[in-house]
């Protein structure tokens, strides 16, 4: 493997807002947008990224590639959305690459919202959740597989047998 190079590195701040209602019950935690979400302008905008199929096939609901559709989607399922990282380095979309993080603040979802538990997607927004949020948050996250195109190994019905305990906390 080679090192990147310093050239390869960009400093990014996270380019959107947190997605949460007053009503919502968990918040799912990806570790930084990608270059394909930055461009799309909401969450998990990647084409090959599998959350949104993934959640059409938890709730057994289609939905297009619009950006309104997904956010009345996650409202009325009652789901949050962010990242665990608000600034870092980065070459591209790897998580692999982060460096000099600063962590996304947290407090002004659990503050406004009714979080009952954090979801992390992936290893990545696991370590810096655990690491920046968890002791603060008083909820200690659970980490489920990423749904993000790199995590080629687990498949949309793998994904799914994992996923679905997210369901038992949107129960009323």
């Not at 949020?133 to 995590?151: C, D, E, Q, V």
């Amino acid at each position: 493997m080679t090192k990147d190079s310093k050239k390869d590195y960009q400093t990014i701040i996270h380019p959107l807002k947190p997605f949460y209602k007053k009503d919502s019950k968990i918040l799912i935690l990806g570790s930084f947008p990608s270059v394909k979400t930055r461009e799309y302008g909401f969450f998990y905008g990647h084409p090959q990224n599998r959350f949104w199929p993934l959640m059409e096939k938890l709730f057994n609901e289609a939905l297009s590639s619009n950006i309104e559709e997904r956010r009345k989607f996650l409202m009325n399922h009652k789901i949050a959305v962010y990242d665990s990282i608000y600034q870092c380095d980065i070459v591209g979309s790897s998580d692999a690459s982060i460096k000099n993080v600063i962590p996304s603040n947290l407090k002004m979802i659990f503050d406004k919202a009714s979080i009952q538990q954090v979801f992390c997607n992936g290893t990545t927004s696991y370590k810096y959740y655990q690491k920046y949020h968890a002791k603060n948050m008083g909820i200690r996250g659970i980490k489920l597989s990423s749904t993000s195109p790199a995590n080629a190994r687990f498949r949309l019905d793998d994904l799914f047998l994992e996923w679905k305990k997210i369901i038992t906390y949107l129960d009323e």
